[in-house]
């Protein structure tokens, strides 16, 4: 493989791993944001104890994020000098925005939430977590900012250069509000919220499966699944605005999504099938003219395909065509689960179906497969745009990096990975074996250590 093909491997297995993290700690931070207002609002130690148990949760996966997620950022120069040389104008400003506004805020704050229970007030403490929440969330905004830009440009020129063309900046706010950016960011949090929510519900699932901790699985299982239920349907809301938005700015995207060829009215919405891009064949199963509903609110308005576009302007279509049809069916399959899950707790039977409780200790992984899944349906489906319409994937690569130096750090990419992924399970199958800690008994007043 040449070394634009490995570098775009390693980008993408580095970004993806590194995604794990993020979506655990966004999804985590509203449950704990309302496990320490019930705390402060009841005063019942079982709050407490799911407060101070999925902090050292959050905290884990926050440090391997970290960890994960700086790696990344050297690609840009190592890989991707000829794509940072042009986008860096751009690109930077998002990235020093969340490092400033958003990275800082979160970690300070972590301090106080992860080490601060018995050192500030319980309302300074709920204020902590309040901002650790506040702080995830801009985070994931000006992540998407950047990426989204490379979807939509918008606000910015180009400028001759002697290294050559390069973006340049002319409209702050319309780069950051450029049109796919609060598509893509409600469908991206609807995502990680899944990710939070089912977490704590496989979690939950599982003591009550093995019968420990009862109070405090039953006391964690009912808001993450009413939590994870509205994010699953949020996230098909969202992902449905989101398409409508690709189908006008990125119109081949859509066609690989569907597997569509032909320019037609009265599309179908493809359901399963198979691509064969040699011969131009999609082999589906589909719903006749629902696509031109959902996208004009008219059956008879032509979807563009895929002969609309250069050979060479296409996206690889059946990767594209897969990881977009097995982020909705999961996507599906979580609405399902959460439904159900809410008339069995409604009828006082969830407890107490195994099958059930069995479903939920291993609905985590729909989530974190969604997300990547998604992920990669956007990514590839740029291509052949590192941006799109400005910068094609093949003229961002480091032209003075061979393959063999990409093929060695990728390698030991992967080693090191392997090993933190490693290490991340066992950790978390620890905190998950020895379960929460026993009411602190912390007092009941506002400040540590008095009573009114």
């Known amino acids: 493989m040449d070394a634009l093909t490995l570098a775009r491997i390693q980008f993408g297995l580095t970004a993806a791993f590194h995604y794990i993290f993020p979506s655990v700690t966004i999804g985590l931070a509203l449950l704990l944001v309302y496990f320490e207002w019930r705390w402060l609002k009841t005063g019942s130690g079982i709050y407490q104890q799911l407060a101070r148990f999925w902090t050292k949760i959050f905290a884990i996966a926050f440090a391997f994020g970290v960890a994960s997620g700086v790696v990344m950022e050297f690609q840009f120069g190592t890989n991707w ?213 959902l996208v004009h609110g008219d059956a008879s308005k032509p979807i563009p395909g895929l002969r609309e576009f250069k050979p060479e302007d296409r996206p690889p279509v059946n990767l594209t065509f897969q990881a977009y049809h097995i982020m909705i069916a999961i996507g599906f399959s979580m609405i399902g689960l959460g439904v159900i899950s809410l008339l069995m707790m409604w009828r006082g039977r969830a407890i107490s179906a195994r099958w059930l409780l069995r479903l939920l200790t291993i609905s985590f992984l729909g989530p974190q497969i969604a997300n990547q899944a998604g992920w990669l349906a956007a990514e590839v489906g740029r291509q052949p745009w590192v941006v799109y319409g400005l910068l094609r994937t093949e003229a961002g690569v480091s032209p003075n990096v061979s393959a063999g130096a990409v093929l060695g750090s990728l390698v030991m990419f992967v080693v090191v990975y392997g090993l933190l992924l490693a290490i991340f399970i066992w950790i978390m199958l620890g905190k998950v074996r020895h379960g929460p800690e026993p009411d602190a008994g912390l007092p009941k007043s506002d400040e540590p250590g008095a009573a009114k």
């Open 81 to 293: 000098s000829a794509y940072a040389r042009f986008v860096g104008d751009v690109f930077g400003s998002p990235l020093a925005a969340e490092a400033i506004l958003a990275f800082f805020l979160e970690s300070c704050f972590l301090g106080i939430v992860v080490f601060g229970w018995e050192k500030v007030s319980r309302r300074f403490h709920f204020f902590a977590t309040c901002m650790v929440c506040l702080g995830a969330h801009l985070s994931a905004l000006w992540i998407i900012v950047a990426n989204s830009w490379m979807h939509t440009p918008a606000g910015f020129k180009i400028v001759e250069t002697p290294a050559g063309p390069r973006a340049e900046i002319t409209d702050f706010w319309q780069m950051v509000f450029n049109p796919s950016t609060l598509d893509r960011l409600s469908h991206v949090l609807s995502g990680c919220w899944q990710a939070g929510a089912f977490l704590v519900a496989s979690v939950s699932a599982f003591y009550l499966l093995k019968g420990r901790h009862i109070e405090f699985a039953r006391a964690g299982l009912k808001p993450a699944i009413w939590y994870g239920t509205a994010a699953a349907v949020l996230s098909l809301l969202t992902g449905h605005q989101s398409a409508v938005g690709v189908a006008k700015h990125q119109p081949a995207k859509l066609a690989a999504f569907e597997g569509l060829y032909e320019t037609q009215s009265n599309a179908p919405l493809t359901l399963v099938g198979w691509i064969n891009e040699q011969q131009e064949r999609a082999y589906v199963v589909g719903v006749p003219g629902l696509l031109s509903v």
